[in-house]
């Protein structure tokens, strides 16, 4: 073997090795995509996991209705037929010296429970149920519970037979909610109030929305501003009608617009109203004037209690008000006969703004899922100093509600984002996303320990950062990066610039194969 050909055979495999050794690694290492280390065993498990729901219930017995013998034995009340998640904590105890005064001081119900809720200051998510002897004297209403504002009830009983059923009736009196939120999960909202005038030529519409915000609505908001964030905004619309025929019906004089026909009216009604740029869900309050040619409009038949009145039983508005799941709520303000019968045009209306605001509230209150459940009959609930508050315990039973829903969405989210990056290789996890993964997991997992010992402020924080953290990562644009780059992709790039190098490589490497064997 002359020494030129040595040298050749020397250079191809000097070629061959750095190609094999430094360039393949090289390339394989300058395209791999970034995935950051993830807890997916963690994710794994947190799906798995079953929500348990502590409830702390203290009972303060009177001594005048049995003595401490006899109020132990509540020690082994069951409270069932309840929600799976729940888990009570019964606490039974002797009213204290204080307690006992208020009580002999007091012969009416209503009375008696402002003044024992006031000796209590219960966490969020306990409560207490006072049992007291009903008085000889005194009311002979057939009321025997009453719930307060805070987070307190008492109730009567005869003797110390009756009071297992009747703590039981006044806890679930306490824990009880009534309907699912009607708007899709977020930490906020957008609320937009908008008064449409489909005639502003017959009407000279006027409503003072900042005092009716002011006066009656901010403290409804107020009271859930520690849970969800409202953005409050007003408009008036003119020329802009709900876009349906009203029905006249000649037996009770309205025009009637059923609910069939409100589905239809959303979505031209929306694009007229507008939306302002945020990520928060849009919830929509209008308030309608009528035409003159369709007054009086009534949502539903006026002769029955039809499913679009969101006003409870005893209040005044009925089917002019309409729920609008998912969307939001309209209401008729279809004023005076007077108004309508004016000959000089424009007429003046100035709306009465308290029974408005007391309808967004009620509309706000169903589609948050923020009505408590119907009282049994012979409970009664503590007025509140105002309609636009909220008691306490309502708060508590909502939020424990609320609570589980948001930590079952923020699971829900990391469970989907783990198997979508599992199934979907080419998908850029960078260190953020990651971080925020991991921030979610560790935050929901405490959330759910925290619901178990019964802090439920802390379970809320924790299971709202979860949430908010998860659907920043599901929803990070950084994601889509190589999504749309396949594997296959790649080869078709890289060969056509490796082919030209590669043969000369494959052709040496061939006759160093092939030297070897002879050899």
């Known amino acids: ?74 020690q082994g009340l069951t409270l069932e037929n309840r929600e799976k998640w729940e888990e009570w904590e019964i606490n039974v105890r002797e009213m204290r010296e204080e307690e006992e005064e208020v009580v002999k001081k007091h012969s009416e119900l209503k009375d008696l429970t402002a003044a024992l809720t006031m000796l209590i200051a219960s966490p969020p998510g306990e409560i207490t149920v006072f049992v007291c002897p009903r008085p000889h004297t005194g009311s002979q209403s057939q009321t025997r519970a009453y719930l307060g504002t805070g987070r307190g009830a008492v109730v009567w009983v005869q003797s110390a037979e009756g009071i297992e059923e009747a703590v039981t009736e006044a806890a679930f009196a306490m824990t009880s909610g009534e309907g699912e939120p009607l708007l899709a999960p977020s930490l906020g909202y957008d609320l937009s109030l908008t008064l449409l005038v489909p005639d502003p030529l017959g009407f000279n519409v006027s409503w003072n929305i900042e005092q009716g915000v002011e006066a009656f609505l901010l403290p409804f908001l107020s009271s859930l501003s520690p849970y969800i964030l409202f953005n409050v905004t007003s408009q008036v619309v003119y020329c802009v009608g709900l876009g349906v025929r009203a029905r006249y019906d000649s037996e009770s004089g309205y025009h009637v617009i059923n609910e069939q026909q409100l589905s239809h009216a959303i979505s031209p009604l929306e694009a007229k109203l507008g939306a302002p740029a945020s990520l928060q869900p849009q919830v929509h309050l209008v308030v309608y004037i009528p035409e003159r040619e369709t007054w009086p409009i009534s949502l539903g038949r006026p002769s029955s209690h039809s499913l679009l009145s969101l006003t409870r039983p005893s209040a005044k508005i009925q089917n002019t008000a309409a729920l609008l799941p998912g969307w939001g709520g309209l209401q008729v303000y279809n004023g005076e006969l007077s108004l309508y019968n004016h000959t000089s045009l424009p007429v003046n209306i100035t709306i009465e703004m308290k029974p408005v605001v007391e309808v967004f509230i009620s509309q706000l209150r169903s589609l948050l899922g923020l009505w408590p459940a119907p009282l049994p009959q012979g409970m009664a609930i503590s007025p509140l100093p105002a309609p636009q508050l909220l008691a306490d315990w309502e708060k508590d039973t909502w939020l424990r509600r609320r609570t589980i829903s948001t930590i079952t969405m923020a699971t829900g989210t990391l469970s989907s984002l783990a198997n979508t990056l599992n199934t979907i290789s080419n998908i850029v996890i960078d260190e953020d996303i990651g971080k925020q993964i991991s921030e979610s997991t560790g935050a929901t997992s405490e959330a759910l320990n925290l619901l178990a010992s019964g802090e439920l402020s802390k379970a809320w924080v924790g299971a709202a950062d979860g949430f908010a953290a998860a659907e920043s990562a599901f929803f990070n644009p950084s994601l889509l990066a190589l999504l749309s780059f396949p594997d296959d992709q790649k080869f078709a790039i890289y060969i056509p610039l490796f082919l030209p190098a590669a043969i000369p490589l494959l052709v040496s490497l061939k006759h160093l194969v092939l030297w070897c064997r002879k050899r």
């Open 1 to 74: 073997m002359d020494e030129s050909t040595g040298r050749q055979r020397a250079a191809a495999c000097a070629f061959v090795a750095v190609a094999l050794l430094v360039g393949l690694p090289v390339w394989l290492k300058t395209t791999q995509v970034y995935r950051a280390t993830l807890p997916l065993w963690d994710i794994e498990r947190l799906a798995s996991s079953t929500v348990k729901v502590k409830v702390p219930l203290h009972v303060a017995v009177s001594s005048q209705v049995g003595d401490y013998r006899v109020s132990t034995t509540l």
